[in-house]
């Protein structure tokens, strides 16, 4: 089953230098989930000052600066991989780098029929 680990921070907590390792961590974690078959894919995010809210209302569109919506932490990031069930997706969310800091989200990924 795919599992999306949703990654959130507080922006502003992690130094420079700390944020550097994460990535060389993250990349690393990439590459081991990767040679056992349970990665799909992962990426950091840019910061919330470079986000774009679109919505579609009675037809019309509206587009706003910044995230969808003010919240402590930011969705930072994601990994999207493959376990066998939640407690595998959980322990792969423990392997997260930023889990240290952060908060990483497990959810379900549901499979539509039909997408490339």
């Excluded at 089953?1 to 949703?6: C, N, S």
């Excluded at 000052?49 to 994601?78: C, H, M, N, W």
């Amino acid at each position: 089953m795919k599992y999306m680990l949703l990654i959130y921070s507080q922006e502003t907590d992690v130094a420079s230098d700390v944020r550097e390792q994460c990535y060389i961590d993250s990349t690393q974690l990439a590459q081991d989930l990767n040679a056992s078959g349970k990665f799909l894919g992962a990426s950091p995010l840019h910061p919330t000052s470079t986000a774009t809210s679109v919505r579609l209302r009675d037809g019309k569109i509206s587009v706003t600066d910044g995230p969808f919506a003010e919240t402590r932490e930011q969705l930072g990031g994601y990994y999207l991989v493959n376990a066998a069930d939640l407690d595998e997706a959980i322990s792969i969310a423990a392997r997260v780098p930023a889990a240290k800091w952060g908060t990483v989200e497990v959810r379900p990924v549901i499979e539509l029929t039909g997408l490339p």
